[in-house]
């Protein structure tokens, strides 16, 4: 795929290298239409910075606040999102759809 | 992911070279196999097929699930030439995301007021190449018409795994280049990599148009066709 999403990842590490709680979330499954294709990555900070896109919009809100759990507790979880047709569209999932998104801390062990 | 996963995906991306990390999405447990890794791994049918399709996805191994991130390295188009073609193909490379590198050792050519956009190195082919290195994410397109430039450039794109070799010019000129490059040894088989005439045939006449088609002919090598003939 041609994209940032790599800057994104570097962003990541930057983050957790200079100390701060980091999450990383991706799309990992869509169905119907989804506005970001598999494997799009949204990094997230302790403070609720964040870089990227898992769905254009309309669900950065949702996951950026779980990710504040995720880096608290150290835990991956995963989540979906559905939107029924009639809403679908005005929250940018424009022919209604679903995904599922992987949500993993970062974990800066003495390796890294 | 450990800190230590991310640096070392990272610097696979940095030093292009392709990488898939295999995510066990029950577990959260992820190993990265490298692209030297790949071939050896008890898992390399799958590996390979999901890093050709360039796109990350889920897999099922032994009945767990398996999420594999795909990381392809930038695609990116290294020219011969600070012609009209070029500054035309600047602009539109960077809104396709694929990273342009303009080479011509003719200083009043490779001027940066005429390329603000892409990277442009006032040297010689040969050495800039030898330098920057052409791997299977890069294409070649040679547009000075001058077999000096040119030349060195596509004699070092066929010997390397390049995914894209073009070059510009008329029949009778693309003759005389396919002359000049087997008296340096290149078969047959070697110099039909060479896209000649250059670019999907789109009938372009102006420069801008030209840079189109060989734009679209570039990504058309690196997606592959996905659409069949009707």
């Known amino acids: ?112 | 992911m450990d800190l230590a996963t991310l640096a070392a995906l990272n610097a696979e991306r940095q030093a292009r070279r392709a990488a898939v990390l295999m995510s066990d999405l029950a577990s959260g447990a992820q190993r990265l196999v490298t692209q030297a890794g790949i071939a050896a791994d008890p898992l390399a049918d799958l590996l390979e097929r999901q890093l050709r399709s360039g796109k990350s996805g889920m897999a099922e191994v032994e009945g767990r699930s398996f999420f594999l991130t795909v990381q392809a390295p930038h695609p990116r188009v290294i020219v011969t030439g600070a012609v009209h073609i070029s500054q035309a193909m600047a602009p539109m490379a960077k809104a396709l995301e694929l990273d342009l590198i303009i080479i011509d050792p003719r200083t009043a050519f490779a001027t940066p007021e005429r390329f603000p956009e892409g990277t442009l190195l006032a040297e010689w082919p040969d050495e800039a190449l030898a330098r920057i290195g052409l791997d299977a994410y890069t294409a070649f397109v040679a547009l000075t018409h001058d077999p000096k430039i040119d030349d060195p450039g596509l004699v070092a794109a066929l010997r390397s795994d390049c995914f894209y070799v073009g070059a510009l010019g008329s029949r009778k000129t693309h003759g005389r280049r396919l002359e000049r490059l087997a008296e340096a040894g290149f078969d047959a088989a070697a110099t039909a990599r060479i896209h000649a005439p250059i670019g999907l045939d789109i009938g372009a006449v102006s420069p801008a148009e030209i840079a189109l088609a060989i734009l679209a002919e570039i990504v058309a090598t690196l997606r592959g066709p996905r659409r069949k003939p009707a």
């Open chain 1, 1 to 112: 795929m041609i994209s940032t999403d790599t800057d994104i990842l570097r962003a990541a590490e930057d983050w957790a290298r200079s100390g701060r709680g980091v999450a990383i979330a991706t799309v990992v499954e869509t169905w119907g239409s989804a506005p970001r294709p598999v494997g799009s990555h949204l990094v997230i900070d302790g403070e609720g910075n964040f870089l990227g896109s898992v769905s254009g919009g309309c669900v950065e809100g949702a996951v950026v606040a779980e990710a504040a759990d995720v880096i608290a507790e150290g835990k991956a979880r995963m989540l979906e999102f559905g939107v029924a047709d009639a809403a679908a569209w005005q929250v940018g999932l424009s022919c209604g759809g679903r995904i599922k998104v992987y949500v993993e801390p970062v974990r800066a062990g003495d390796g890294g």
